[in-house]
């Protein structure tokens, strides 16, 4: 089903919107929650919860990409969750992520509305194979071996392509006045 058709189905409180969204990006939902997670019920728990969530946040929003948007909801669950899980404890692949980011953005404490505009706007100007190893990377939590199955490209490869992406936006930062 459509994207427009399946909000159209969420504005008009149609219960067969939930089954429409679920065939159409459930399992990229859950995929995000699993790379934050690692744990199988708890990601599926935080499906279930983004479904009530985008339930309940259609209207009066109208996204555009409806997957993208519920996907950004069970991911932000899963971190919430996340966080509570662990609480003053870090893993491993959550602390690798952060080094890796925290090259490129230095200033924690940045306007994080004014940062998400920057990256945003670093994104849209990426080539399209490139936006897909970041977002891969940086937003659903893949291991470089996963992005390499994903995309066919040898692990190195994808490694030495998020490195240059990490430079490109450390430079796209610096000219928006960010400190890095």
Same mark, same amino acid.
């Given at each position: 089903?459509?994207?427009?058709?399946?909000?159209?189905?969420?504005?008009?409180? !149609?219960?067969?919107?939930?089954?429409?969204?679920?065939?159409?990006?459930?399992?990229?939902?859950?995929?995000?929650?699993?790379?934050?997670?690692?744990?199988?019920?708890?990601?599926?728990?935080?499906?279930?919860?983004?479904?009530?969530?985008?339930w309940n946040s259609i209207p009066p929003n109208k996204p555009d990409?409806?997957?993208?948007?519920?996907?950004?909801?069970?991911?932000?669950?899963?971190?919430?969750?996340?966080?509570?899980?662990?609480?003053?404890?870090?893993?491993?692949?959550?602390?690798?992520?952060?080094?890796?980011?925290?090259?490129?953005?230095?200033?924690?404490?940045? !306007?994080?509305?004014?940062?998400?505009?920057?990256?945003?706007?670093?994104?849209?100007?990426?080539?399209?194979?490139?936006?897909?190893?970041?977002?891969?990377?940086?937003?659903?939590?893949?291991?470089?071996?996963?992005?390499?199955?994903?995309?066919?490209?040898?692990?190195?490869?994808?490694?030495?392509?998020?490195?240059?992406?990490?430079?490109?936006?450390?430079?796209?930062?610096?000219?928006?006045?960010?400190?890095?």
């Open positions: 089903m459509e994207n427009e058709k399946i909000v159209k189905l969420f504005t008009d409180r !149609d219960e067969s919107a939930i089954k429409a969204l679920s065939e159409l990006c459930g399992d990229k939902m859950k995929a995000a929650a699993m790379n934050v997670l690692k744990n199988e019920q708890d990601a599926e728990e935080c499906v279930n919860d983004a479904y009530l969530s985008v990409n409806i997957c993208a948007y519920a996907c950004g909801t069970a991911r932000n669950i899963a971190m919430q969750k996340y966080r509570y899980n662990t609480a003053e404890k870090r893993n491993a692949v959550t602390v690798s992520l952060d080094a890796e980011l925290s090259e490129v953005i230095a200033d924690q404490s940045a !306007d994080n509305d004014g940062l998400s505009f920057a990256v945003n706007g670093f994104l849209k100007s990426l080539k399209k194979s490139d936006r897909i190893l970041f977002m891969r990377r940086y937003y659903y939590g893949d291991t470089l071996a996963e992005i390499s199955m994903i995309t066919g490209m040898k692990e190195n490869a994808v490694s030495v392509r998020l490195l240059r992406i990490r430079r490109k936006l450390a430079d796209h930062l610096k000219k928006e006045g960010y400190r890095i």
